[in-house]
């Protein structure tokens, strides 16, 4: 019986998410009240409460679904990256997962759309800002510790630092999908992601995917990968190049 009851609880906890992506997607967040949720799952307005502390703990479940088997398996490949011969590949292999997800799978796709178009962070979402912030900052420091050990592993000297480019890295790719979702017969978001992702890692310095190169010594203690701060914004003085004056 008590096996049975915390299935049902499961349940209902999804029915609540579903109904919840579906009129988010419709409607809005900000449009869409928890009544309204609760009669579309075919149950009370108490029922999620006993789930979900407001509406903002509601959408964060929602994201959660989708986003964190994402997260998990970047925070995994950051966590052995290191130890990899090519830390870059499997770097290559979950944004490529997570843009097939995107373009093939219906509540991805949603849940995405969601997340994108149909959200304001006002004062009662506050704390969907608050995990938004959170995944794009752990998202960027995974992606770094993976560009920091393939540099290294290439003996490759960053011209950026690596937190820059690994915020470049991921800026891109969520710019990317937000245009996709605008209209997504525009372009073939899988075999431009891997596009792009490419060019970006080769424009870092990187050699190309599937290229073999001898792993040479890495650079001197602190030269290997930048961690200095962003570079000076314009306008910053800088040394004027020598010029030829003629008669």
Known sequence: MVRRTKADAEATRHSLLDAAEHLFQARGVSRTSLNDIAVAAGTTRGAIYWHFKDKADLFNAMMERVTLPLE??????????????????????????????????????????????????????????????????DCVQQTAKILRSAADHQGLKLDVPV????????????????????????????????????????????????????????????????DAALPAPAGSPRRAPSQTQTA
């Open 163 to 226: 937190q820059c480019a690994a915020l470049g890295l991921h800026v891109m790719i969520d710019g990317l999908i937000q245009n996709w979702l605008l209209d997504t017969r525009a372009f073939d978001l899988r075999r431009c992601g891997r596009q792009v992702v490419d060019t970006y890692l080769t424009g870092l310095g990187f050699s190309q995917p599937g290229a073999r190169v001898p792993r040479r010594p890495a650079p001197e203690r602190g030269t290997a990968v930048s």
């Open 72 to 137: 998990e398996t970047l925070a995994g490949i950051g966590k052995k990256a290191s130890a990899l011969d090519n830390p870059l590949q499997p770097l290559r292999d979950a944004i490529a997962h997570a843009l097939h997800k995107a373009a093939t799978d219906e509540q991805t796709r949603r849940v995405f759309e969601i997340a994108t178009l149909q959200v304001e962070y006002n004062d009662e979402m506050h704390a969907v800002r608050a995990r938004h912030l959170q995944g794009r900052n």
